[in-house]
């Protein structure tokens, strides 16, 4: 495998032109405002997701053209129109309105990737409703917590999870007035206590004035993933839209030729950030595909939809991997033209891999529920150094931070130099509180700095590379280490598929640095093969940062956002309390 450091672009990487050509000249002459101005339609002040998103095409006659292609195991793709988006959500609004709910009101959706959760979705921000998805997976207990924390007075959800996760619990929601039923079986619900949404639907009007909803009201609530103790609630803004769009057009590159597939859930926020608003407000055409993964029908869906722009997350990537390059080569993929993706760092192996087996690196970029849009990217302007996050998107002011006695922070100017990653207070989709806890909130932020909770570290060239989270960084004989860079170094060997490391308590060094690795198959977990693996680490981390033990699980514990959850492997390890577990992947 080719480990040179850098992959270099040239104008023949690229099938369509860039929108991102020249990454100084732009970062130098962007503003907020001018991307303000892009976004016109609306009466001034008025601002409205849903609006720029799905009424905008209507009036720039692409009404015509496929918003969604939903997809389900065994049925053929149901597209559904910008036109026809349009008529459903302004159904959908008028019915909350005939249901007296309002600006003031919170929509909850639990539904699997089915239309109705995008045309909730964008139907209730019409009407100024705040919505907050949540992943259908979710059990009755992580449900009731988030409505009531979010104070949801309407549940959107289908008779099959209704009767599985709600009716025995409905009374421990208190706040919830309304619950709209989706029959699973597309025809209609009778449940009593509940409303029948394709009834709702048929009955409405498809004509709408949106509620003017302007840059600062709440649109949408979204939980962290629990990746390090419980979920926040995270508050956004509708002016949240002016960097869903410029990211989409800097980061994902996209044009309103493309056929786009965002992997993610909209129960995390890069399902509802670039899974729906995104997309929409390019005018492309987006592939939602109601299944989980499956390596053979994720390439099934790449190739038959002829996918071009392609937004996934590291896990899917590497169990990709772990399924081999033969099942790759099966499935030319003509039309790809574009691969990013987020949520974990990613790997160096793996950005070389997309390089080598489907002919296009990867680019990865970094951004958090609280930054609402993705604020460092590997864009289509630049070379990418594999293992990098990349380069602040322009509109936004990135800094690596040390934090000073006094309480306050400054500014590390030096290149490669170990500090939390701030940004510049003030991008639009900035969230504007955690529900809740105001408390918490207020601690995010020093003077103009807001304060991620990442360590990472900026080079000469600007790029920036991901360290560990701040609560995950292990402290080892005076060394500060990554769990990343163990992570990654473990990856390289060719029996490791995925890698966990954390930090056990030792009296001398502080902690001790211990590795969980699940391996790609053909490779058995011998004692051979630990020491051959420890011997690897060794070789290239040094001993003080090598791992001291390796322990083989044949798959380590997710969030459903699919990142690993250290917190979880050290808790088990040491027999200690697992905390909040409302978004591991496989539990209920
Ligand atoms: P919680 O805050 O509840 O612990 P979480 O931080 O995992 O969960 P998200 O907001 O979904 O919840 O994830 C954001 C975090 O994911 C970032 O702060 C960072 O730690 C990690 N992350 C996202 N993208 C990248 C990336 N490209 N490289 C490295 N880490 C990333
Ligand atoms: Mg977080």
């Excluded at 009767?163 to 007035?177: C, Q």
């Excluded at 590390?412 to 909130?441: H, T, V």
Aim: hydrophobic residues 40%; glycine residues 10%.
């Amino acid at each position: 495998m080719d480990t040179s450091p850098i992959i270099h672009k040239t104008a023949d990487d690229w099938r369509v032109e860039p929108n991102l050509v020249d990454y100084e000249a732009e970062c130098r002459s962007f503003s907020w405002d001018a991307i303000g101005r892009e976004l016109t339609g609306l009466p001034s002040g008025v601002v409205n997701i849903a609006w720029h998103a799905v009424d905008r095409h209507a009036v720039d006659g692409a009404g015509e053209r496929i918003a969604f292609r939903f997809l389900a195991a065994d049925t053929p793709g149901r597209p559904v129109s910008y036109a026809q988006l349009r008529t459903q959500t302004n159904r959908f609004c008028n019915a909350l309105r005939a249901l007296g709910v309002g600006k003031a009101d919170r929509l909850f959706i639990l539904s699997g990737r089915i239309p109705e959760l995008y045309i909730g979705l964008l139907g209730a921000l019409k009407n100024g409703t705040v919505v907050c998805p949540l992943f259908s997976a979710f059990g009755p207990e992580p449900i009731a917590t988030r409505v009531n924390l979010g104070t949801g007075t309407v549940l959107l959800t289908t008779d099959a999870l209704y009767a599985r996760k709600i009716a025995k619990w409905r009374d421990r929601m208190p706040s919830l007035k309304h619950v709209l039923l989706v029959a699973e079986d597309g025809g209609t619900t009778s449940e009593p206590g509940t409303l029948d949404v394709a009834s709702l639907l048929r009955s409405a009007s498809d004509l709408c004035e949106i509620t003017p909803t302007t840059a600062e009201d709440i649109a949408l609530l979204h939980f962290t993933s629990g990746t390090t103790g419980t979920p926040k609630g995270a508050v956004h803004v509708h002016g949240a839209v002016a960097t869903h769009w410029a990211t989409g057009k800097y980061a994902l590159d996209l044009h309103a030729t493309d056929i786009y597939w965002c992997t993610a859930d909209p129960g995390w926020v890069t399902g509802t950030s670039y899974g729906t608003i995104a997309p929409l407000l390019h005018g492309v055409t987006s592939v939602v595909d109601q299944e989980e993964f499956d390596a053979e029908r994720w390439y099934g869906i790449l190739r038959n939809e002829r996918v071009s722009v392609w937004y996934t997350a590291p896990t899917a990537i590497r169990m990709l991997m772990k399924a081999g390059a033969d099942t790759a080569k099966r499935y030319p993929l003509t039309q790809l033209r574009f691969i990013a993706s987020v949520g974990e760092p990613l790997n160096p192996e793996a950005v070389w891999w997309g390089k080598e087996v489907l002919g296009l690196p990867i680019h990865d970029n970094w951004w958090q529920t609280e930054t609402g849009g993705i604020m460092i990217a590997n864009t289509p302007a630049f070379d990418i150094k594999p293992g990098s996050m990349g380069r602040p998107l322009p509109g936004i002011e990135a800094a690596i931070v040390r934090h000073r006695e006094d309480g306050g922070v400054e500014v590390i100017n030096e290149p490669n130099m170990q500090g939390e990653l701030a940004l510049k207070r003030g991008w639009p989709s900035m969230f504007r509180g955690y529900l809740n806890n105001e408390e918490r909130y207020r601690k995010c932020f020093v003077g103009d700095w807001y304060l991620t909770g990442d360590l990472a570290e900026r080079d000469a060239d600007g790029y920036y590379w991901f360290v560990g989270r701040a609560d995950d960084v292990i402290k080892s004989a005076g060394h500060l280490i990554g769990p990343f860079e163990v992570e990654s170094a473990l990856m390289e060997h060719p029996a490791v598929a995925e890698a966990g490391v954390i930090g056990m308590p030792d009296p001398i060094i502080g902690e001790r640095v211990k590795a969980f690795v699940s391996l790609n198959q053909g490779f058995e977990p011998t004692e051979a093969l630990r020491m051959e693996l420890l011997a690897h680490a060794r070789t290239r981390l040094g001993a003080a940062v090598a791992p001291k033990e390796i322990a083989f699980q044949e798959q380590l514990p997710r969030t459903r956002s699919g990142k690993i959850m250290r917190r979880l492997l050290k808790a088990r390890e040491l027999g200690l309390p697992e905390g909040d577990t409302s978004t591991l992947e496989g539990g209920t």
